[in-house]
């Protein structure tokens, strides 16, 4: 049990002292994610999102994992851009993924900003990782709009490999 103590907290200080992977700007135009059931509003307590996100495996070396996740939460006490919540990823693939969403203020007007997140393991090589990150501006549309589809398309990636 000691032993076990002592080598998560070296694993512990052996991630904190690795340099963080600096993201890199990405716009792929054959990958993108797609949205669907999207419902948002504001309340006095604040704004909050509802939605599903997938999308299909894509590419090699790395193969980013095929997922689909339902997102929900709200701003938290800090108002909007706090931090990501974790979605529930609800299919039975085989793959070490996560997939995080928070609303951000929106660039303009009084629209809804959604920030997605994607980070996954390569399952046959369990020191990487990789990760995602888009964004998309929609709308408050709960209770005067029908639920929206749309893409989000990431800008962000880094990796661990
Ligand atoms: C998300 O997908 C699940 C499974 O297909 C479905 O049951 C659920 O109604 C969907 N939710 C939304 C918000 O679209
Ligand atoms: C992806 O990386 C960002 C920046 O480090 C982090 O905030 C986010 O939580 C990561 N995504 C996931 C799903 O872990
Ligand atoms: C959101 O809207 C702002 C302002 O119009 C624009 O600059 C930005 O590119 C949009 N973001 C996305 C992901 O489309």
């Not at 939460?73 to 909007?80: A, K, M």
């Not at 609800?90 to 203020?105: C, E, H, S, W, Y």
């Not at 989000?152 to 880094?158: D, K, L, V, W, Y």
Request: glycine residues 8%.
């Amino acid at each position: 049990m000691l032993f076990n103590i002592a080598l998560i907290s070296s694993l512990a200080a052996a991630v904190i002292a690795a340099p963080a992977p600096v993201p890199q700007t990405t716009n792929n135009p054959t990958y993108s994610w797609d949205v669907t059931g999207w419902s948002a509003g504001c309340a006095r307590a604040g704004c909050y999102y509802d939605f599903n996100i997938t999308a299909p495996a894509h590419g090699t070396n790395p193969t980013v994992p095929a997922f689909s996740a339902y997102c929900s939460g709200s701003e938290n006490g800090f108002g909007l851009g706090g931090d990501y919540r974790a979605c529930n990823i609800f299919d039975d693939l085989p793959a070490n993924r996560g997939v995080v969403a928070k609303l951000l203020p929106a660039p303009t007007g009084s629209g809804a900003h959604i920030q997605v997140s994607l980070q996954w393991t390569d399952l046959e090589q369990a020191s990487t990782y990789y990760n995602y990150t888009g964004h998309a501006n929609s709308t408050y549309n709960q209770f005067v709009a029908p639920l929206q589809s749309f893409k989000i398309t990431p800008t962000e990636f880094f990796g661990v490999a």
